[in-house]
């Protein structure tokens, strides 16, 4: 059974960065297509980044292209979310998903395995 923890969420200022880390255990991390979404207080949850399992392509939402980067670290079985540029409207909460379809505008239906996510509050 494949485990996700994510970290490195708080609060930070507008205009400052976080990165989120998503340690993986108990699967194939390198076998896996990765993704990061999130989940605003009554909306639903929403696609923000993805990369393939060779880490090779990567997608980005419209919102967050030129600010957000994602990565992966196979040696570390690690996925990274490094955030820049935060503005009020990324609040939310940041949840990763592995063995699933990296492609642009994921869906979080098409991922099997989920963390439990981390708050981002980005204050104006």
């Known amino acids: 059974q494949v485990q996700l923890v994510e970290s490195g969420g708080g609060l930070v200022q507008a205009g400052g960065s976080l990165r989120l880390s998503c340690a993986a255990s108990g699967g194939t991390f390198n076998n896996y297509d990765m993704g990061w979404f999130c989940q605003a207080p009554g909306k639903e949850r929403e696609f923000v980044a993805a990369i393939t399992w060779s880490g090779g392509t990567r997608y980005y939402a419209d919102s967050v292209k030129g600010r957000f980067t994602i990565s992966r670290d196979s040696f570390k079985n690690t996925l990274y979310l490094q955030m820049n540029s935060l503005k009020p409207e990324d609040t939310a909460v940041y949840f990763c998903?592995?063995?699933?379809?990296?492609?642009?505008?994921?869906?979080?239906?098409?991922?099997?395995?989920w963390g439990q996510g981390t708050q981002v509050t980005v204050s104006s």
């Open positions: 998903a592995a063995d699933g379809l990296a492609r642009p505008e994921g869906s979080p239906h098409e991922y099997k395995y």
